[in-house]
């Protein structure tokens, strides 16, 4: 695998944290009960800010989660908290650190829930029975399912984890919150909706990837003593603010050809705006030279809506769609581009979809395919492969499915694993856009963005993203750090434009384009949404 980039903060998964602990205990000698210790003491603090006084209930399971789980009882009740603690197995099951802790543990023993799952008959009976052990009035810690689960909950587990959301009590989760998978953010069937998370020595991709991430509320990582130097490449990484160091300045004796020629390549009959939007958008992230080819019969309302400073380029069409033989008028101004952003607005026309096809084969310099030009491509990623220069797909959950020949939902069940397949099968970069963004290239590595920005939920901020990323790619960028930095910029922008509107709800489009500059001289400001990165 190869190395991250700096620019990117690890996310190990399950495995690499499993031999992380491994390496830890066995390679440097730190004792494993310590850990366990260290990490049910930095959870014990954070339940007495999340929740200062009052009855604690602690759910354990059977591995190490419940050990921790364990712990955090003992120190809350020593601290005189009112605690019961409640074991979804029979605690005499519990075996290695977790049975060392049950055994430390002062006062009343853990209530057991064990045996067989319950009926249909007895699901009254049984909910009954749960909620009476989560008070509304108190705080459930979820220590039950740790980050090596996989699956889908069952039986008694699953019971616990509906009672635990239906008990409306604020809920601090132990690592990750039980029935997340920590390495994909998968949810089979249920899961914990926590209001806190704590999770030790690293954050796992799942806390950040959706739906595992809808489930995590605040995010806090603590340091439990795990040395330095831990073995591992691990593969997905979150998006730091520190891959603007990686963009271009312009100095004295730049120009603007040096600064970076964008061709942005689309529009159809009432589709204008989305390559009006590109363009803007690539002239704020520094492209130094913008022309839009569009239809012919277009020139006129983009010259006046695009920018005075965007060139025009009208093109042979049909019926106001570009057709296949605007191809070559294309392929001659990008002899003289840097990069060319194609599918903002281009339409469904089958010849318009053909144009798409051809242009990206032939085309021999970066290209960002978004919109219709993506839709072009339906079912047919393995024609992107022989392209030579880099390949940038900018898909919504939606879009990958077309491309993968799936549901829009079955993508965003398993978000990871589905950009992942459309980047191996395309040899492309692709972004699949959401809250977390997702960025995987061919070789398996994943950037993720910290998201926190709604004011993206509106028309146009996707054409937005393509022409920032067009630009990016003009200016000299590799194909993964272009769209990782363009990315980045975009989410912040959004940050920024609601803070000048007033509002997340306020927020347009061209505002986003607007807020370009003052979001690359954020840089350094983590965003978060009340989440420790």
């Not at 803070?499 to 978060?528: H, K, Y």
Request: glycine share 12%.
């Amino acid at each position: 695998m190869t190395p991250l980039p700096d620019w990117l903060l690890p996310l190990p998964d399950a495995e690499m944290m499993r031999a992380v602990d491994r390496w830890a205990i066995e390679e440097r000698g730190v004792d494993g009960l310590e850990l366990m210790e260290r990490a049910g003491a930095g959870v014990a603090r954070a339940v007495e800010r999340l929740a200062p006084d009052g009855p604690v209930t602690v759910l354990c399971g059977k591995g190490n989660n419940g050990g921790d789980g364990l712990v955090v009882a003992r120190l809350l009740r020593d601290a005189g908290r009112p605690l019961t603690v409640v074991c979804v197995t029979p605690p005499q099951e519990l075996s290695g650190d977790a049975r060392v802790n049950l055994e430390r543990l002062p006062g009343q023993r853990p209530v057991a829930l064990s045996g067989a799952p319950w009926s249909a008959a007895q699901e009254g009976q049984a909910e009954e029975r749960h909620d009476e052990l989560f008070p509304s009035d108190g705080v459930v810690v979820d220590a039950l399912l740790g980050t090596g689960f996989q699956g889908e909950p069952h039986g008694e587990v699953a019971q616990a984890i509906d009672a635990i959301n239906r008990a409306g009590a604020p809920v601090l989760s132990v690592d990750v919150p039980s029935g997340v998978d920590a390495s994909s953010g998968i949810i089979a069937g249920r899961a914990v909706s926590a209001s806190l998370t704590v999770t030790f020595h690293a954050c796992k991709p799942g806390l950040w990837i959706h739906p595992g991430k809808a489930h995590v509320g605040e995010l806090q990582r603590i340091d439990i003593g795990i040395p330095r130097g831990a073995p591992g490449i691990p593969s997905i990484g979150l998006i730091a603010s520190s891959v603007l160091e990686c963009l271009p300045r312009r100095g004295a004796s730049s120009t603007k050809f040096r600064s970076g020629h964008v061709l942005v390549v689309g529009a159809s009959q009432g589709l204008t705006g989305a390559v009006a939007m590109s363009a803007r958008a690539s002239m704020r992230a520094g492209a130094g030279y913008v022309t839009a080819c569009v239809p012919a019969s277009l020139e006129a309302i983009l010259a006046v809506t695009a920018a005075p400073e965007v060139m025009v380029r009208g093109l042979p069409e049909e019926d106001g769609s570009l057709t296949a033989e605007s191809l070559a008028s294309v392929l001659e101004a990008s002899e003289h581009a840097g990069a060319l952003a194609l599918g903002p607005g281009l339409g469904r026309s089958d010849g318009a979809r053909r144009f798409a096809r051809m242009l990206a084969q032939a085309a021999s310099v970066p290209i960002v395919l978004d919109a219709d030009g993506l839709n072009a491509h339906a079912g047919r990623l393995a024609e992107l492969v022989g392209r030579a220069p880099a390949t940038v797909l900018t898909p919504h959950a939606g879009e990958l499915g077309r491309l993968l020949g799936i549901d829009s939902q079955a993508v965003e069940a398993d978000r990871l694993r589905c950009v992942r397949a459309a980047s191996e099968q395309s040899a492309a970069v692709v972004v699949l856009k959401g809250d977390d963004t997702l960025i995987a290239t061919p070789d398996g590595r994943v950037a993720v963005s910290a998201g926190a920005s709604p004011a993206l939920a509106t028309a146009g901020t996707g054409d937005v993203l393509t022409g920032v990323i067009a630009a990016l790619l003009a200016q000299g960028l590799d194909a993964f750090t272009a769209a990782a930095a363009g990315v980045w910029l975009h989410a912040q922008a959004g940050r920024e434009a609601a803070a000048a509107v007033g509002a997340n709800e306020a927020v347009i489009a061209s505002d986003v384009i607007a807020a370009l500059g003052p979001a690359r001289a954020a840089a350094g400001r983590e965003p978060g949404g009340g989440r420790d990165v």
